[in-house]
């Protein structure tokens, strides 16, 4: 490539950058203003108090950075409610104990253990058992290998790209032995990857909805993770086959002769493997019969990444190294919950959600339970908040969490509806990051086929919500 081409390509994908970053500095100023505005004139700002929210969410739909978006709407919150700067520091300090800060505390340890599992090779020694156990001789059997490994994987280490990321390059050498087509094996990764987490006992969207609904990983499993989970993973098997049969585009040569896939994990792999799976399988079982709550997580992601790392013959030091490692790239997520929770104080401090309550408390009784979980199911496929579904279900269960509490509905159902929103959305209507991050690691550019697969999971799970609220009301 020539420097001129270069500098053509470099100024291409940095305009967008630009015009994306000049329209959130543009929209915060706008609510700066605004928040000046209302904290002179009036002593509560009532529903004017959403402004925050509505930021945040515009902010991280133009493409700010999702922490960069969370500042900016704690700013406007803090001017709001006249929180000056030592008030707002009491608020910072408090955070790091509150729920939220410890979800993403857990959060980040989980990355800190999936870290682990892939330098001792225990997630890569997963994932050839996972296959060679379901066998590899026909397209059927290598699906469903596919599929149950980036279930298993992606459950375990709590991330839909980076559990994905280790599958890839075992399982599409095999996939294309047997003719599976990128198109194809795209739609796999991402249903069987949006499953797992679903079904994970310590990935981010089960953590918090466990603590949002104050379930056990038990009774979250049986009501809302396994039947949502399920319904994701078989329409997402039978939508696979009828984009097989749609798309023409094939793997290559050197694609289906990658050894990679034939490589055998050597003694320390398999044990810290077993190790891996032993552990949280014996750990996540005893919580379930003790009905733990979402702490119980902080236990289970030291001890695993312990009995791992010792396991694949790794010195403590060597374990603790690899757990910063991967704890390392999810730091802005915990910054994200440390602010998340000031903010939400502040925006209730306003009077806004007494205000949304107190609009609803009369209309929501005719309406009803049934209705009111699907119109939130519904609010998240259109407007969720992207890369932050963790941060969607905090800010649904404190929007609409009183008026959970004024109509009677059950945690389970309500787990359900957070499930929905924050994760349904995913799959579509609109492209969305994880959609392209799956069809980048099949090695497909079908994004119509991706597109048609989440349509079609989406509708189906719709149904699945219909059914289930009717059962858990």
């Known amino acids: 490539m020539t420097s001129e081409e270069s500098g053509t390509t470099h100024t291409t994908t940095e305009e967008p950058r630009a ?97 682990v599992a892939q330098v001792t090779g225990a997630a890569q020694a997963l994932v050839r058992t996972v296959m060679r156990r ?63 987490l679903m079904l994970g006992p310590f990935t981010p969207p089960v953590v918090t909805i466990m603590a949002a609904a104050k379930l056990s990983y038990g009774t979250y499993l049986l009501q809302a993770g396994l039947p949502v989970g399920l319904i994701t993973m078989v329409t997402g098997f039978f939508m696979a086959r009828w984009i097989q049969r749609r798309t023409e585009v094939e793997y290559t040569a050197e694609d289906a002769a990658s050894t990679e896939s034939d490589q055998e994990p050597d003694a320390h ?27 119980y997580a902080l236990v289970v992601l030291v001890v695993t990444a312990a009995a791992t790392g010792l396991a694949g013959g790794r010195r403590p030091l060597e374990i ?28 209730e401090k306003t009077g806004a959600f007494e205000s949304i309550f107190g609009a609803l408390e009369p209309v929501m009784p005719k309406v009803g339970p049934y209705w009111f979980l699907l119109l939130v199911v519904l609010l998240g496929y259109v407007h969720a908040v992207p890369g932050a579904a963790v941060a969607q279900i905090v800010l649904i269960n404190k929007l609409f969490g009183p008026l959970v509490t004024a109509l009677g509905v059950p945690p389970g159902a309500w787990a359900v509806s957070l499930l929905g929103t924050a994760q349904i959305d995913q ?47």
């Open 269 to 295: 792999s398999r044990r810290a493997a077993a190790a891996f799976a032993g552990v949280l399988v014996a750990l996540a079982a005893y919580g379930v019969f003790a009905k733990a709550g979402y702490s």
């Open 427 to 473: 799959l579509g209507p609109y492209p969305t990051a994880d959609m392209m991050g799956q069809m980048g690691l099949a090695r497909s550019r079908d994004l119509r086929m991706m597109l048609f697969n989440g349509w079609a999971i989406m509708v189906v799970n719709t149904v699945g919500f219909l059914i289930l609220f009717a059962v858990l009301l």
């Open 19 to 115: 015009r994306r970053n000049t329209a959130g500095m543009v929209c915060f100023g706008v609510a700066l203003l605004a928040s000046v505005v209302l904290a002179i004139a009036t002593p509560k700002a009532g529903f004017w108090g959403l402004l925050p929210i509505i930021l945040y969410a515009v902010l991280a739909l133009v493409g700010v950075d999702v922490v960069l978006a969370t500042v900016g709407a704690l700013l406007v919150a803090a001017i709001l409610t006249r929180t000056g700067p030592i008030p707002l520091g009491a608020q910072l300090a408090t955070s790091m104990g509150s729920l939220v800060a410890v979800i993403g505390l857990i959060i980040i340890l989980g990355a800190g253990l999936g870290h």
């Open 134 to 196: 379901v066998g590899l001789r026909t397209p059927t059997r290598v699906q469903l290998g596919l599929m149950l490994s980036s279930l298993v994987i992606v459950g375990a280490l709590g991330t839909l790209a980076g559990g994905n990321a280790i599958l890839a390059p075992i399982v599409i050498p095999i996939a294309a032995r047997v003719g599976w087509r990128p198109a194809a094996v795209a739609a796999m990764f991402h249903s069987a990857g949006a499953a797992g």
């Open 320 to 347: 603790a190294q690899a757990v910063y490692a991967g704890a390392s790239r999810l730091i802005w997520l915990f910054f994200l919950f440390w602010m998340l929770d000031p903010l939400l104080t502040l925006v």
